[in-house]
């Protein structure tokens, strides 16, 4: 541990953990309960007003290594070994009511949803000030002059009024800024960011990342910053600390991590994962176009979509881009007929599709074939993997018995599953491998276009990577075409041959992979593409200072 | 305020006397399929043909059974609620004070069973699976499967008999002072709470379970909240619209449903008085209690169904 050995002088050190261990109970399906070591021995030391990233995937530990520092454990987790001396004394030793008067006073807590993490019932005001006023640190006055100037300081509209809303009244970027606040109102002197970032779009990102940034850095507080983008964590810490399955694998400065790391595991974290992908020529006429689609929801109150036209090409792929309400997800709706567009036509074989799912025959329905972000809500978790798959073959093939057996076995084999995975249940898959069987249930109807909504968005990096070289070998096996949905350029570049950014439900900017993505750009496809965090020290203050538009959702 | 919760409170409102309409006209249908004459059960068995004819000609039962219902609801409307056949008075006047003794009765138990079942419910989720959530939980059980009746004599046996300390018939008249009011319905509100209380509770309970797993609850607790204050503050309030719902079902037992106590200490309510009716084939009696009975059970639905409107900040705050 290189940079850690000198901050050892007791005054200067905040936080220190030593030998942390920390265990739970699991109960697998069919099995006996047994317990699990989640934390392994991890130390570290944090210094005051310094900023520690943790990172890893999920699984490593380091939510529950930040939890760890207010003597908390989520659900039946334990902590059962090692030393957390914070201020300069063991919290881990100390009864509960000690524990309570450091929470919220001396460590705040930013969670990963704000939407879920803000109490839906009580006013933002109420809650950003609760801990202060629970603690004595201020009065009501006071603590709520404190939280105006705090709001003011995140760059929050209205932050005069904004305290009076609820939750539900103010978007996801600014609520994750109102919790940011709300962590500092007390002042403390640690908070812990548990990926603050991740659920926004990458055009929020910047701007909660840049606030949360100067927030730090004008008050002083120390942090542990939880995420699984070393790219972003690298814009914020002074130090990084990477874990694998609740073991320490590297810590260093940050610099140190990202330009010189010791570890091939952090190495492979690094290195950029491009997957290599030759753009392909739009072949001859595309066998799906959508043309001048208008589709609104709440009977024309609201319009997602506004004179959208694309082609796909016969086993190429289209990449829809937007953040979050630009309507590529609508887009899917419209094209499978889920939701009938208000004008305009969807062209299938040089044939016009009904629009409503109603009006489609059975084969259309074959032909187009979808897969969501959440794998694991898309399947029926009571049914085995079999089952699962074989759905289609019987709907669509009319196929029982063992020739449909011997076809499942075959889409194991193409999703690079055994046959063994046939008799399991969702509930026994990891989270990558759920996104597979779903690629085969889609592939078992023998589509000609499978749309994917934002498939890898939920899974980690690395096995996000694995599931989109799958996608690229079984287009070429297959001869399938994808609708590529996601807000992830990076993405993009490594699967897509054309690529439409959308933005407030139009197609601001349609072609080929290589035009879409080289100047001169458009205003928004300019602010999408810069807003994508590099693994550079000093990107954040660049891309800022760079930008020609505000985002929209922010 | 704003227009959502205006259109889903009139909504609710317009579907209330909808029901109410439609309750009226099974009421009426219901008391037309019983078996026996009107005019016989009031004449009884030596009347004469002529005066039996005269009689009915007389109460319009030769009308078709459409204007009769037209005439019986006009009359609702407008407070008439017709005439006793066994006793000749009028229905509204002799209602009316009963009336009142069961909402008396009703009030003072639903005082003292709400509040309590909803602090054993957020007792029973602060010690959850521990001795205090089990003996709340055990105790309001047991107190809800003994029949009310067995209740009542218990209650009877002990504290009026045994301790002495209050009546064990529960005799009300106009003009009696509230203190000795009060003594004389402790027993009948004890019964009725100890009736109620099990099933507010676990409602309670299980609908504040239920949201102790949102992030928030976390949030709360990383705030260095105390767990009880974190139930009160951060919880009930995401939970009180199912708790609303079981308490308003309750309140409507509370009234409806007391027949078995107020005959256990004599007790002259509505339930009394409809026990006293249907024996003696009083069918206007019967109508009107039936009619009432089920204004309240709707009343208090839309109620319930008000407060958790009114309780849901997205409904109260739109974007």
Known sequence: ?554 | MSSPIVRLVAQRLALGLLLLLAVSILIFAGTQILPGDVAQSILGQSATPESLANLREELGLNDPAWQRYLRWLGGVVTGDLGTALSSGQDIAQSIGGRLWNTLFLAFWAAVVSVPLAILLGLLAVRYRNGFVDKLISGLALASTSLPEFFVGYLLVFFFAVKLQWFPGISTVYDGMPFGERMMAIALPAAALTLVVLAHMMRMTRAAILNVMQSAYIETAELKGLRPFDIIRKHAFPNAVAPVINVVMLNLAFLIVGVVVIEVIFVYPGMGQYLVDHVSKRDVPVVQAVGLIFAAVYIGLNIIADIAAIVANPRLRHPR
């Open chain 1, 1 to 554: 541990m290189p940079d850690a050995a000198a901050g050892r002088d007791r005054p200067e050190s905040l936080l220190e953990m030593r030998k942390l261990r920390i265990e739970a109970t699991v109960y697998p399906p069919g099995e006996d309960p047994k317990n699990i070591t989640l934390v392994h021995d991890v130390s570290l030391t944090l210094k005051r007003g310094r900023v520690l990233g943790l990172i890893g995937e999920s699984g490593a530990g380091k939510s529950t290594i930040g939890l760890a520092s207010m003597g908390y454990g989520r659900g039946g987790v334990r902590i059962t070994g090692g030393e957390v001396v914070l201020n300069g004394r063991d919290i881990l030793r100390a009864g509960s009511s000690t524990t309570r008067k450091l929470r919220g006073r001396e460590v705040c807590y930013v969670a990963q949803s704000a939407a879920a993490a803000f109490n839906p019932a009580h006013r933002l005001m109420d809650q950003v000030v609760e801990a202060a006023l629970l603690h004595g640190v201020a009065g009501r006055a006071e603590a709520e002059r404190r939280a105006v100037a705090l709001f003011r300081k995140l760059s929050l509209p209205d932050p005069e009024n904004i305290g009076r809303r609820f939750p539900h009244q103010v978007s996801g970027g600014q609520l994750q800024r109102v919790m940011t606040a709300m962590a500092l109102c007390p002042e403390p002197d640690l908070i812990v960011f548990d990926e603050p970032t991740t659920a926004l779009d990458v055009t929020t990102q910047i701007d909660v990342l840049a606030a949360i940034k100067e927030a730090i850095r004008d008050t002083r507080v120390a942090a542990l910053y939880i995420t699984h983008d070393l790219a972003v964590v690298a814009q914020v810490s002074d130090e990084i600390m990477v874990l694998r399955h609740g073991r320490l694998v590297e810590w260093g400065g940050t610099r140190q991590i990202i330009k010189e790391p010791r570890q091939e595991y952090t190495n492979a974290l690094v290195s950029v994962h491009e997957i290599s992908h030759d753009e392909q020529q739009p072949g001859g006429t595309p066998f799906l176009s959508v043309k001048n689609v208008t589709a609104s929801y709440g009977g024309g109150l609201v319009k997602v979509l506004k004179d959208v036209s694309v082609d796909i090409f016969p086993g190429q792929t289209l990449a829809v881009v937007g953040e979050s309400g630009s309507g590529k997800s609508t887009l899917a709706r419209a094209i499978t007929g889920l939701l009938p567009p208000e004008k305009g036509s969807v062209t299938f074989g040089g044939r016009k599709l009904g629009n409503r799912l109603s009006d489609r025959s059975k084969d259309d329905l074959r032909q187009l074939q979808m897969i969501y972000q959440m794998a694991d809500v898309a399947m029926n978790p009571r049914q085995p993997v079999a089952t699962i798959i074989g759905r289609p073959l019987e709907f669509y093939f009319g196929l029982k018995g063992a020739e449909r057996d011997r076809r499942v076995a075959e889409l194991l084999e193409k999703i690079e599953m055994g046959k063994g995975f046939a008799d399991r249940y969702p509930a026994e898959l990891s989270g990558g491998q759920k996104q597979r069987v779903c690629i085969a249930r889609a592939l078992a109807a023998q589509p000609r276009l499978i749309i994917c909504d934002e498939v890898t968005s939920a899974l980690d990096p690395l096995v996000a990577n694995g599931i989109l070289k799958l996608l690229l070998d079984l287009q070429k096996e297959e001869g399938v075409a994808y609708l590529f949905i996601t807000h992830d350029l990076a993405t993009v570049k490594s699967i897509a041959d054309s690529i439409a950014v959308m933005y407030r439900g139009e197609v601001v900017r349609y072609g080929q992979k290589s035009k879409v993505l080289s100047p001169p750009f458009d205003a928004y496809t300019d602010l999408l593409l810069s807003s994508v965090p590099e693994m550079e020290i000093g990107w954040l203050e660049k891309a800022i200072g760079g930008r020609r538009m505000a985002s929209a959702g922010n």
